[in-house]
T-cell receptor, first 116, second 109 residues
Framework: GAVVSQHPSRVICKSGTSVKIECRSL??????MFWYRQFPKQSLMLMAT?????????EQGVEKDKFLINHASLTLSTLTVTSAHPEDSSFYIC????????????FGPGTRLTVT | GQNIDQPTEMTATEGAIVQINCTYQ??????LFWYQQHAGEAPTFLSY??LDGLEEKGRFSSFLSRSKGYSYLLLKELQMKDSASYLC??????????WGAGTKLIIKP
């Protein structure tokens, strides 16, 4: 298989604090990982693409200083939401791709972030 | 610009057949995907088409016409558990997925 895990699955934090979300590929090495955000009743919005050992590529309109992405190894990427605000409350989903050009992205189960 | 169009919502009856259409305009083409997403969950992979024609996988089939920029997902023998959103996504020349807004499928008994 190709299993991707995310931790935590749900997190509630206070406004102004930072939250770290982990994305792990459990049984394969992921050269590329993607971070998505999804608001209720809307489709997935790509936030950034990260390749192991290099800086993430952020989509237009996504603040890289607010959403810190670290892809430190071939099996782990982290997304840190810094100084979170209620408008950052969303469903954050990561996905991983095995090889350059390989066609399928394997999705993690998602993290529900609620900022109070 | 890049654009993926699919209907917002469809309703079908348990046991019936439904076809969800997707049209696209993208910068390059490296395959089209269909994903299923239940409410509150991450998407799960259903199918991948890179060549023209029909791919059948059990109750689900997916069709692609690259010249028309068109695909459909066909669901047969609908079950209540098929109620979900179905996302069409195209992989562009940079192997990045461009997502449609999704089609919410409602199955009625």
């Amino acid at each position: 298989g190709a299993v991707v895990s995310q931790h935590p699955s749900r997190v509630i934090c206070k406004s102004g604090t930072s939250v770290k979300i982990e994305c792990r590929s459990l049984d394969f090495q992921a050269t590329t990982m993607f971070w998505y955000r999804q608001f209720p009743k809307q489709s997935l919005m790509l936030m950034a693409t990260s390749n192991e050992g290099s800086k993430a590529t952020y989509e237009q309109g996504v603040e890289k200083d607010k959403f810190l992405i670290n892809h430190a190894s071939l099996t782990l990427s982290t997304l840190t939401v810094t100084s979170a605000h209620p408008e950052d409350s969303s469903f954050y989903i990561c996905s991983a791709r095995k090889l350059e050009g390989a066609y399928e992205q394997y999705f993690g189960p998602g993290t529900r972030l609620t900022v109070t | 610009g890049q654009n993926i169009d699919q209907p917002t919502e469809m309703t079908a009856t348990e046991g019936a057949i439904v076809q969800i259409n997707c049209t696209y305009q993208t910068s390059g083409f490296n395959g089209l995907f269909w994903y299923q997403q239940h409410a509150g969950e991450a998407p799960t992979f259903l199918s991948y088409n890179v060549l023209d024609g029909l791919e059948e996988k059990g109750r689900f089939s997916s069709f692609l016409s690259r010249s028309k920029g068109y695909s459909y997902l066909l669901l047969k023998e609908l079950q209540m558990k098929d109620s979900a959103s179905y996302l069409c996504a195209v992989q562009d020349s940079n192997y990045q997925l461009i997502w449609g807004a999704g089609t919410k499928l409602i199955i009625k008994p």
